[in-house]
């Protein structure tokens, strides 16, 4: 139990153009969905937290114009990265959990972005 | 500001020797939590733990939380080179959120 899919596993895009990073929960009612990112050879960087059916709340220096955040139902958040940039390049996983253990975490396998 | 410090950040060693990672933070966690995670994959959870001075075994790993729930350690048995991975301690925030050591890179040769 609790599997966390992600889709796409990897994108490569153009720059200037807006990608949609898809998280869902499988087997379980995800009531807090997180979105890290991780450049090669360091450890997960927190960009925002969402819950069900509200804004998300983003870290500081997170820009939430340019990362925007849904989740719209208990098993589904996405991420949007407009107007990627070659910065932008990297990373990105979501992780959920549940409001019965909400200090567990089920990680998704990532999303490689790739922006040219 | 929570912060997890991890050591050591690299680690190459030979198959079968033992090594010993740790996790220090000068703020109290309500829990800890010890996570794999392989090139190209999300972390994998290994271990909660979340009671000051716990052990807990999984096979090979054995891991402890402190007694004031600062600091933890994860400690293998003859390592193989299946072992091989970034080794992450995740503490939980005060908002729900993980806030992440910087990992500890592991290469175990055969």
Known sequence: GAVVSQHPSWVICKSGTSVKIECRSLDFQATTMFWYRQFPKQSLMLMATSNEGSKATYEQGVEKDKFLINHASLTLSTLTVTSAHPEDSSFYICSASSSSRQETQYFGPGTRLLVL | ?110
Do not use: M
């Open chain 2, 1 to 110: 500001t929570q912060l997890l410090e991890q050591s050591p950040q690299f680690l190459s060693i030979q198959e079968g020797e033992n090594l010993t990672v740790y996790c220090n933070s000068s703020s109290v966690f309500s829990s800890l939590q010890w996570y794999r995670q392989e090139p190209g994959e999300g972390p994998v959870l290994l271990v909660t733990v979340v009671t000051g001075g716990e052990v807990k075994k999984l096979k090979r790993l054995t891991f402890q939380f402190g007694d004031a729930r600062k600091d933890s350690s994860l400690h293998i048995t003859a390592a193989q080179p299946g072992d091989t991975g970034l080794y992450l301690c995740a503490g939980g925030g005060s908002q729900g959120n993980l806030i992440f050591g910087k990992g500890t890179k592991l290469s175990v040769k055969p």
